[in-house]
Structures are given as C-alpha cells and as structure tokens.
C-alpha cells in the first residue's frame, strides 16, 4: 500500500507561483514514476507532468504546461514537486499526485495510486 499527501495548493492571481509538494510513504522499496495529474471542473483528469524515479529521471509534461511548471523529484525521500509559474486561470484544477509502478516484496505492482487531491485557484 502507499499513501500519498500532497500539499501546497492555494489561491494566486494570473502570472503568480505555486508550489506542489506530495510524499508518499507505506510498504514498498522504490516508485517508477511520480507525477502530477489534474482535473478542471466538468472536466476528465489530465495528465501535467511525470518523472521516472531511476537514473535518467525522464520527465513528460502536457504541452499546455511546457516552459512554466517543472516538475522535481527526491527519490531518497520519496518526494515529488510541481513548480507552477505564470499561472492563467486555465490552470485553475484540483491537482493530484500519482504514483505507479511500485516495488513491493512481490514484485512491482502496476497498480495506480492516487492522492486526495490539492486546489489550485487562478484569478484573472
């Protein structure tokens, strides 16, 4: 099991900054890949950014994001960051944190885990 927590939502007027922060703890030994997905009301989930967990550190951002949030990962402490600058209203979503292939004691699951979920609110 992992559970993850993210922190650090907020209301921001237009071109303003957030900073996301989620750790996820439980039983495991290593996550592949962290992200960040969000979801706009009347809206399906998306996908904002990933960032692999080994040694190149892949990282996929939506192209809606590209150039104005990066994503950061701490695989040591199981952390994963989504630096949000020039922030538009469009941005405006509830934002999640994702992990996925974990490795257990047996084996690697592929299984989906999600956090509860961060508001993030831009103001025109």
């Known amino acids: 099991q992992v559970q993850l927590v993210e922190s650090g939502g907020g209301l921001v007027q237009a071109g303003g900054s957030l900073r996301l922060s989620c750790a996820a703890s439980?039983?495991?030994?290593?996550?592949?890949?962290m992200g960040w997905y969000r979801q706009a009301p009347g809206k399906q989930r998306e996908l904002v950014a990933t960032?692999?967990?080994?040694?190149?550190?892949?990282?996929n951002y939506a192209e809606s994001v590209k150039g104005r949030f990066t994503i950061s990962r701490d695989s040591a402490k199981n952390t994963v960051s989504l630096q949000m600058n020039s922030l538009q209203p469009e941005d405006t979503a509830v934002y999640y944190c994702?992990?996925?292939?974990?490795?257990?004691?047996?084996?690697?699951?592929?299984?989906?885990?999600w956090g509860k979920g961060t508001l993030v609110t831009v103001s025109s």
């Open positions: 994702n992990a996925n292939r974990i490795l257990t004691s047996a084996g690697w699951s592929v299984t989906n885990y």
């Open positions: 439980g039983t495991f030994f290593r996550i592949n890949t």
């Open positions: 960032v692999r967990g080994d040694s190149d550190g892949v990282t």
